[in-house]
Structures are given as C-alpha cells and as structure tokens.
C-alpha cells in the first residue's frame, strides 16, 4: 500500500500540493478513478479515489475512513539525548517511527553533547518513514528540553531508565507488562550523572539493563523500542 500524508484534510475532497500531485500522476501514473490512501497522522486512514488527475494539482474523493487503523493498547514514549552527529538521532527516529513509537522527547543533559535541534528536517524523516511503514499515527516529537523538566513531566505508566552498571541487571523483560503505557530515558555517550539517575530514581523511573553489550545512544533507543514492541506482540 502506498500511502500519502494529509495532515490538513477537511471533508470529503482533498486537493494534494504540487510536489505530491506530480509523485502520485506523473511517478504512479495514476489517474482518474484510480483509488489512492493517504492518513492525516491521527489515526485515520482514508481509502479515495481520483476525481481529477492534475499533475500540479491532484483532487481525491473520500469513499471510506477506517478510523484508529493500527491501534495499540498501549503508548510508548521515549526521551533521548541527540547525538553529536546528528545523523544517528536521525537513525533512530526513522526506525522508532517504523517499529511503532508514540512521543519521542529529546533532551539535554550533564555529558550532552549536543543542546538543540532543528525539527524541521527530523518530523520530514517521522513523516516519511510513518508513510513507509504504512502507519496512520505519525510519533510526536517534541521540543527539546533540559533533563529536570523531563524527568518532571507527568505520566501514567511505567517509568525505566537505561543505565550502565554492574548493579543494574533487570530487563524490561522481567518489569514491564504487555499492555502497559512505557517512559524510557536514553541517555547520552557518556550516560547519566550518578546525581541525574539519582534524581530520575527519586521520581519513580526504575533503572533496567539493556543487555550485556555497551551500546550507542540510539542503539539503545531501538533496542529498547523493539523490546516494548515485540513484548506486546506475544
């Protein structure tokens, strides 16, 4: 299935913009009649057909909306610290949008190396790569904010925090429950502060062990993307 982004969809027609018309008519070799799917990012899926096949300025008609397509029972957010390069958090967003993720909440902290983002370019990578996946529920990517305020935001679910120790050998497998809404804290190359999982600890985020191999900043956040995923598939 090949499937479009209509954030702005209102009613029952659709006009796409130049670059999309031009991809669907021209590249697709689509055309009247034809039928085309495309979501608005909130979980509505619609199935339309092409009532006027302008390659600057394609018109669908909504026959059918399948409403909460690919729904999950459970909301997973993760707040992870960019990388220098910024091109590994650009990874990750793209295969966190393809697993399945709801939120993903950057943030900075004592060893960051990097304290702000442009969004611009990283929502057209959660966009494309929703598209791809054939999602209709595009990941909210906030803004980036300081560790404090992150690990003060209210939320209902588990709270873990990933974090290199000795001590620390609990996986998610051993704490977390399918069907539960999950908190995840990725912390930068040089990982928390001891002062920083101190204070996430006192706000109930439950240190977990990620496996036996010290992984990259947006390693672990597949890693632990995928383990919340294929947890709830069972």
Same mark, same amino acid.
């Given at each position: 299935?090949?499937?479009?982004?209509?954030?702005?969809?209102?009613?029952?027609?659709? %006009?796409?913009?130049?670059?999309?018309?031009?991809?669907?008519?021209?590249?697709? $070799?689509?055309?009247?009649?034809? $039928?085309?799917?495309?979501?608005?990012?909130?979980?509505?899926?619609?199935?339309?057909?092409?009532?006027?096949?302008?390659?600057?300025?394609?018109?669908? @008609?909504?026959?059918?909306?399948?409403?909460?397509?690919?729904?999950?029972?459970?909301?997973?957010?993760?707040?992870?610290?960019?990388? @220098?390069?910024?091109?590994?958090?650009?990874?990750?967003?793209?295969?966190?949008?393809?697993?399945?993720?709801?939120? %993903? %909440?950057?943030?900075?902290?004592?060893?960051?190396?990097?304290?702000?983002?442009?969004? *611009? $370019?990283?929502?057209?990578?959660?966009?494309?790569?929703?598209?791809?996946?054939?999602?209709?529920?595009?990941?909210? &990517?906030?803004?980036?904010?300081?560790?404090?305020?992150?690990?003060?935001?209210?939320?209902?679910?588990?709270?873990?925090?990933?974090?290199?120790?000795?001590?620390?050998?609990?996986?998610?497998? *051993?704490?977390?429950?399918?069907?539960?809404?999950?908190?995840?804290?990725?912390?930068?190359?040089?990982?928390?502060?001891?002062?920083?999982?101190?204070?996430?600890?006192?706000?109930?985020?439950?240190?977990?062990?990620?496996?036996?191999?010290? &992984? $990259?900043?947006?390693?672990?956040?597949?890693?632990?993307?995928?383990?919340?995923?294929? &947890?709830?598939?069972?």
């Amino acid at each position: 299935m090949q499937l479009f982004y209509t954030p702005d969809i209102e009613g029952s027609e659709y %006009i796409f913009n130049k670059e999309e018309s031009k991809h669907i008519i021209r590249v697709l $070799r689509k055309s009247v009649g034809d $039928r085309i799917h495309h979501t608005d990012g909130k979980g509505n899926l619609f199935r339309s057909s092409i009532i006027n096949d302008n390659d600057k300025a394609c018109i669908v @008609k909504t026959e059918e909306v399948f409403q909460e397509y690919g729904r999950r029972d459970f909301c997973l957010s993760i707040a992870i610290a960019p990388t @220098k390069n910024i091109g590994r958090l650009e990874w990750f967003l793209e295969k966190a949008t393809e697993i399945g993720i709801d939120s %993903i %909440i950057p943030f900075f902290s004592f060893h960051s190396e990097r304290k702000t983002i442009k969004t *611009e $370019r990283l929502e057209k990578l959660i966009i494309a790569a929703m598209k791809q996946s054939v999602k209709a529920y595009k990941p909210v &990517l906030e803004n980036i904010a300081p560790f404090n305020m992150i690990i003060n935001k209210p939320f209902k679910g588990k709270k873990f925090i990933a974090f290199i120790d000795d001590n620390i050998t609990q996986t998610l497998n *051993e704490l977390y429950q399918p069907g539960e809404n999950a908190f995840i804290l990725i912390g930068p190359e040089g990982d928390f502060s001891k002062d920083e999982f101190s204070a996430a600890n006192d706000r109930g985020f439950v240190p977990i062990n990620l496996g036996k191999s010290r &992984l $990259r900043t947006e390693t672990a956040g597949v890693v632990a993307c995928s383990w919340i995923n294929i &947890l709830n598939n069972k």
